[in-house]
C-alpha cells in the first residue's frame, strides 16, 4: 500500500455550489449549498473522506417549507446553515425575495429533521432583520441565532454587523434582547456568520469583502458569547485577493469542520475565472483547505499565509468513493434525476412529466424563458469550462409563441436557446433566441438570417458544445448527419460577471431542456434523454 497521502483537488463541488456550511455525524460528512431561485432548495452533498461527494438530497421540497414564484434572478435561497443536535439535524436558510437597491426582503427560517434525507419539518420563521442565518448549540443546551444585519438607510453602513438573539425551541421562535456583537473590519461587507466554542473561546467567523474577488474569511473570538470580539492577528483566515495569478480566487464565505482523528478543515467558496478575464461560468463553488490551531489559539492555513490551496492533504480517515453520475438519462424512472433542478415553484407537476409518455421527460410550455413565475425548464449545472451535452426531442408546434429544445441558461438575460418552434410560411421551424448579456431589457438579438426548416414530424436531435470561451449548436433529424446552426456564442456570457456586474449575480451556468407556449395552450414537448460529459 502507497505511503504518499492522498491529496484533495478543489473544488470539491464543482459548478454552482456556494457558501458551503459543513457538518460532521459520525463518520458522515455533510455540505449544505446555496440554491438561490432554483428548486427544490439547499443541495446537501455526502462524504465519508472529504475528497469524494455525491450529492444526497434537497430538503426544501415543499410549498409550505419554499414559494419562490416572483422572486428574481439571484434571489431565494442564500446561505443556509446545517448543524446537528439533540439528535436531529437543523438547516437555517434564508428566501430573499428582493435584493436590488437599498431595501433587501430576507425571511429567515429554521427546519428540522432526524435524519439527513428527511422527512423535514415544516419552517418555523425567525426574523427578517438581515440575511446569511446560522445557530450555534453551546454546550449548555441553549441555542444562538445569528445574522447579518441589513441597514437601508441612506449614509449607513447597509452591512450593520451579526446579530446575536437566542433560539427557543419549545416555543419555536427568538425570544430575548438581540446583540450586534460584531461589525466587521475594515473591509466591509461583513456576513455569513458561524459561531464555534473551543476550549473556552467562542469562535466567529464571517465573510466580508463581497462575493466577488475582495472576498475573505474573516476570523474573531471572545471569552463571553455576547463579546466583545477581539481580531484574528491576520484578520483573515484565507483570501485570494492579495493573489490575482491564483486559479481560485473568490475565497471566502467558510465553515469549519474537526475530524474524527482531531484534524480540522475550512470548506469555502470559490471561483474559477478564465485567465486574464474575470468571469466564471461555473458561478461560485466550494473548496476546502486543511488548517491547524496555533499556540496562540488561533486558526491558520496549514500551508501557511492566507493563499488558497488547489490541492491539500486528505485526512487520516479511509477513502470511501461513490459511484459515477450517469452521463446520459433516459427517463425511464418515475422521478427526475437528482442532477436536474427547476425554476422557483413548488408545483413541478405544473411544468413536466415522466408518468404521461413513459420513457420520456413531458415539458407543458409555461410562460416565457427567463419569466419570474412558472418556466417549464429542467437543466443541470455546468461543471467544467468544457463539456457536450445532447436531447432528442419530438415537438410539434402550431403557433409561433410555441418552443422546446435545448438551452445554455444562466439567467433571464443571459442564455442561449436553440428551439423548434413554427413559421407561418414555413412550417415548423429550427431557430435561436439568444440574450447575451442585455440587463435591463432582456432583448434578443436575431443570430440566424432565416430559421431553419424541419420535416413537418419526427423527433429532432440537439447538442451543444462548449469549448473554452466558444458555444456551438448542432442538430439532426432522424438519418440526417450533425449539422452546425448558428454562430460560435461567447461562453462567458453565462458567468456571474456578465450582464450586471461582478457583485449583482449569484449562481452559475446550467444546460437542460426547454419548452415555452405564451399562447397559454400548454403545448408539450417531449424529450427521450439527456446527455451531458465533460470534455477538458
Given at each position: ?150 441597514d437601508h438607510r441612506v449614509g449607513h453602513n ?164 461513490f459511484p459515477e453520475e450517469p452521463s446520459r ?208
Open positions: 500500500m502507497s505511503n504518499v497521502p492522498q491529496m484533495i483537488f478543489n473544488p470539491i463541488l464543482p459548478g454552482f455550489n456556494p457558501d458551503p456550511s459543513i457538518c460532521r455525524v459520525g463518520d458522515d460528512y455533510f455540505v449544505a449549498t446555496s440554491t438561490f431561485e432554483w428548486f427544490p432548495g439547499v443541495q446537501i452533498h455526502h462524504s465519508r473522506d472529504l475528497k469524494h461527494w455525491r450529492l444526497l438530497t434537497r430538503p426544501l421540497t415543499r410549498p409550505e417549507q419554499l414559494d419562490m414564484r416572483g422572486n428574481e434572478d439571484s434571489c431565494g435561497v442564500w446561505a443556509p446553515c446545517l448543524t446537528y443536535a439533540d439528535g436531529l439535524f437543523w438547516l437555517v436558510y434564508t428566501d430573499v425575495k428582493r435584493k436590488d437597491g437599498s431595501f433587501k426582503d430576507a425571511h429567515n427560517y429554521i427546519v428540522t429533521a432526524p435524519d439527513i434525507q428527511g422527512p423535514w419539518s415544516d419552517p418555523v420563521y425567525t426574523n427578517s432583520s438581515g440575511f446569511d442565518p446560522s445557530l450555534f448549540h453551546d454546550d449548555d443546551g441553549r441555542k444562538w441565532h445569528l445574522n447579518m444585519i441589513w447597509s452591512f450593520a454587523g451579526i446579530a446575536l438573539q437566542e433560539y427557543d425551541p419549545e416555543v419555536r421562535k427568538l425570544v430575548g434582547p438581540i446583540r450586534n456583537v460584531f461589525t466587521g473590519t475594515e473591509l466591509g461587507l461583513t456576513e455569513g456568520p458561524h459561531l464555534y466554542k473551543r476550549e473556552g473561546w467562542y469562535y466567529l467567523l464571517t465573510a466580508e469583502g463581497g462575493t466577488a474577488y475582495d472576498h475573505a474569511v474573516t476570523l474573531a473570538r471572545s471569552r463571553r458569547l455576547g463579546g466583545p470580539y477581539e481580531l484574528h492577528p491576520d484578520a483573515h483566515v484565507v483570501t485570494s485577493r492579495f493573489a490575482p495569478d491564483n486559479p481560485i480566487q473568490r475565497a471566502g464565505h467558510g465553515d469549519l469542520v474537526e475530524t474524527q482523528t482531531g484534524e480540522t478543515y475550512l470548506v469555502h467558496l470559490m471561483g474559477r475565472p478564465r485567465l486574464g478575464q474575470n468571469r466564471c461560468q461555473m458561478g461560485r463553488e466550494t473548496s476546502i483547505q486543511k488548517c491547524r490551531w496555533g499556540e496562540d489559539g488561533w486558526l491558520r492555513l496549514e500551508s501557511g499565509g492566507l493563499e488558497p490551496q488547489a490541492q491539500v492533504k486528505a485526512p487520516d480517515l479511509p477513502v470511501h468513493v438519462h433516459d427517463f425511464d424512472e418515475p422521478d427526475l434525476p437528482d442532477v436536474f433542478q427547476w425554476l422557483r415553484t413548488p408545483y413541478p407537476e405544473r411544468l413536466f412529466s415522466l408518468t404521461d409518455r413513459p420513457g420520456h421527460l413531458r415539458l407543458f410550455g409555461r410562460e416565457s424563458v427567463g419569466s419570474y413565475f412558472e418556466q417549464a425548464l429542467v437543466a443541470r449545472r455546468q461543471t467544467e469550462y468544457s463539456y457536450e451535452a445532447e436531447t432528442l426531442v419530438d415537438f410539434e408546434p402550431q403557433t409561433p409563441q410555441q418552443t422546446a429544445g435545448l438551452i445554455a441558461y444562466y439567467g433571464r438575460y443571459q442564455f442561449f436557446y436553440l428551439a423548434i418552434t413554427f413559421d407561418e410560411v414555413l412550417g415548423r421551424v429550427l431557430t435561436i433566441f439568444a440574450c447575451p448579456g442585455d440587463y435591463p431589457g432582456g432583448g434578443l438579438i436575431a443570430p440566424l438570417d432565416e430559421p431553419v426548416n424541419l420535416p413537418a414530424a419526427g423527433s429532432i436531435a440537439m447538442k451543444v458544445s462548449v469549448r473554452e470561451m466558444a458555444l456551438c449548436f448542432e442538430f439532426k433529424a432522424e438519418g440526417q448527419d450533425w449539422q452546425r446552426i448558428g454562430p460560435a456564442f461567447d461562453a462567458t456570457i453565462l458567468a456571474d460577471e456578465s450582464g450586471r456586474g461582478a457583485h449583482s449575480n449569484f449562481t452559475g451556468a446550467f444546460v437542460g431542456m426547454h419548452a415555452m407556449d405564451t399562447s397559454g395552450q400548454a403545448k408539450h414537448a417531449d424529450f427521450d434523454w439527456f446527455s451531458y460529459r465533460n470534455t477538458k
